[in-house]
């Protein structure tokens, strides 16, 4: 067997495995996955035992109470902090690259910051970026008229419009966005939930959704996590996830810092 073949049929057997662990029900490889993780900011972990899939066309809505892990989960998947047990896999392989290197293999992610320069016009944002202007404005056409207008001058909408703009022209293969409606019109909300869904739907674009919105967030999902005190607690398809509404709250309110806050949210 040459060198090559002995490295295809050990991936093979990696990749068999990995679907062996994943159940007989599933179609493709995830092309994000999170194996028995845990991760936090230092000796302490934040998140633990975190089991989850993203495949290739599905959006994963993330969900849970303030300070339940959601960021914390995201920023572990793109690599920007390392594991301190379990694992994080693309496309079946476990990576322990940093945030840049998953880029180059197509993840993109969105962080809760808005990451607009505000000095710089919408074009400019975009062409820093590497992003073609036309690609940008098919995905979002209300930004043409603002095309010369500085970051700093857009509205929050707009320059969410932007961010994820700049993150879909890149038809990254996986999307992690950390709250992306957060404070914005529910008119706006729809455009990048739409936005967001395309991408999986067109491009076969994995999403990882966190979102405050929970409903909205089921409306756009396939599938999502609900997490609690650094757990999951919950996980089914959208669908079925939308008639647990009750749980999904009751887990809002024993789970959060700041559980007022959690349950108004449900109400958007
Ligand atoms: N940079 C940090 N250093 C230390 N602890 C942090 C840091 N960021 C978040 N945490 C803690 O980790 C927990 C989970 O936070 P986070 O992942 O941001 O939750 P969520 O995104 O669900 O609101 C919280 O208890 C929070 O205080
Ligand atoms: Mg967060």
Redesign the pocket.
């Given at each position: 067997m040459s060198s090559n073949a002995e490295a295809s049929s050990r991936a093979e057997v990696a990749a068999n495995n990995g679907a062996t662990a994943q159940g007989p029900t599933d179609g493709p490889r995830p092309a994000i996955e999170a194996r028995g993780l845990s991760s936090?900011?230092g000796p302490q972990a934040?998140?633990r035992e975190i089991n989850l899939t993203v495949r290739p066309g599905e959006v994963v809505a993330l969900l849970?109470p303030?300070?339940?892990?959601?960021?914390?989960?995201l920023l572990t998947l793109a690599g920007e902090l390392p594991p301190l047990a379990g694992e994080v896999l693309m496309d079946g392989a476990v990576t322990k690259a940093p945030l840049h290197l998953r880029a180059r293999k197509g993840l993109t992610f969105v962080t809760e910051e808005k990451s607009v320069f505000m000095g710089m016009s919408t074009r400019d944002n975009l062409r820093v970026a590497g992003i073609d202007v036309d690609t940008a404005l098919e995905l979002f056409p209300e930004l043409a008229k603002r095309i010369d207008v500085r970051g700093g001058l857009l509205s929050g909408g707009e320059q969410q419009m932007l961010t994820l703009a700049r993150a879909l022209s890149r038809k990254p293969r996986v999307l992690l966005a950390d709250e992306l409606s957060m404070g914005l019109a529910p008119l706006i909300v729809r455009r990048l939930l739409d936005a967001v869904r395309r991408a999986a739907d067109t491009q076969g674009t994995a999403v990882l959704l966190?979102e405050q919105h929970v409903r909205k967030a089921l409306v756009y999902a396939d599938r999502a996590y609900v997490?609690r005190r650094?757990r999951l607690v919950m996980e089914g398809s959208a669908r079925d996830l939308a008639s647990r509404i009750d749980e999904i709250e009751s887990s809002y309110m024993s789970g959060a810092?700041g559980s007022v806050e959690g349950v108004d949210f449900l109400t958007n």
């Amino acid at each position: 067997m040459s060198s090559n073949a002995e490295a295809s049929s050990r991936a093979e057997v990696a990749a068999n495995n990995g679907a062996t662990a994943q159940g007989p029900t599933d179609g493709p490889r995830p092309a994000i996955e999170a194996r028995g993780l845990s991760s936090g900011y230092g000796p302490q972990a934040v998140i633990r035992e975190i089991n989850l899939t993203v495949r290739p066309g599905e959006v994963v809505a993330l969900l849970g109470p303030n300070g339940a892990g959601k960021t914390t989960t995201l920023l572990t998947l793109a690599g920007e902090l390392p594991p301190l047990a379990g694992e994080v896999l693309m496309d079946g392989a476990v990576t322990k690259a940093p945030l840049h290197l998953r880029a180059r293999k197509g993840l993109t992610f969105v962080t809760e910051e808005k990451s607009v320069f505000m000095g710089m016009s919408t074009r400019d944002n975009l062409r820093v970026a590497g992003i073609d202007v036309d690609t940008a404005l098919e995905l979002f056409p209300e930004l043409a008229k603002r095309i010369d207008v500085r970051g700093g001058l857009l509205s929050g909408g707009e320059q969410q419009m932007l961010t994820l703009a700049r993150a879909l022209s890149r038809k990254p293969r996986v999307l992690l966005a950390d709250e992306l409606s957060m404070g914005l019109a529910p008119l706006i909300v729809r455009r990048l939930l739409d936005a967001v869904r395309r991408a999986a739907d067109t491009q076969g674009t994995a999403v990882l959704l966190v979102e405050q919105h929970v409903r909205k967030a089921l409306v756009y999902a396939d599938r999502a996590y609900v997490m609690r005190r650094g757990r999951l607690v919950m996980e089914g398809s959208a669908r079925d996830l939308a008639s647990r509404i009750d749980e999904i709250e009751s887990s809002y309110m024993s789970g959060a810092e700041g559980s007022v806050e959690g349950v108004d949210f449900l109400t958007n």
